[in-house]
């Protein structure tokens, strides 16, 4: 069996935490915007590991809303999609945060 290679350059910590999300495209209709929600795995300062019910597919960008403790508001991340499994009848995904 083949080793997998590492490829993070930064450090993971436990962020288990709900995270809304919006992701955007466009049809024969127009603009469309689907709002989703999951749950954070962990988080480095370039990524997010998530966990969705919702089929996110390598490239896309989301709109993170990431909960703030101080005050009840939430802040706006963009992220792209890096890589994206099935695991459990669930997403597991990778999130590459975009400056």
Do not use: C
Not at 7 to 33: C, H
Not at 62 to 72: G, N, T
Not at 81 to 92: I, Q, T
């Amino acid at each position: 069996m083949r080793a997998v290679e590492e490829k993070r350059t930064a450090p993971r910590s436990p962020f288990e935490r709900p995270i809304q999300f919006d992701l955007n495209y466009v049809d024969a209709q127009g603009l469309i915007t689907i709002e989703q929600e999951g749950a954070g795995v962990d988080i480095s300062q370039n990524g997010l590991g998530l966990l969705t019910a919702y089929p996110l597919k390598r490239d896309e960008v989301l709109r993170l809303h990431f909960p703030m403790d101080a005050v009840e508001a939430t802040l706006p991340v963009f992220a792209k999609v890096a890589w994206a499994k099935l695991v459990d009848k669930k997403f597991r995904v990778g999130l590459e945060f975009l400056a």
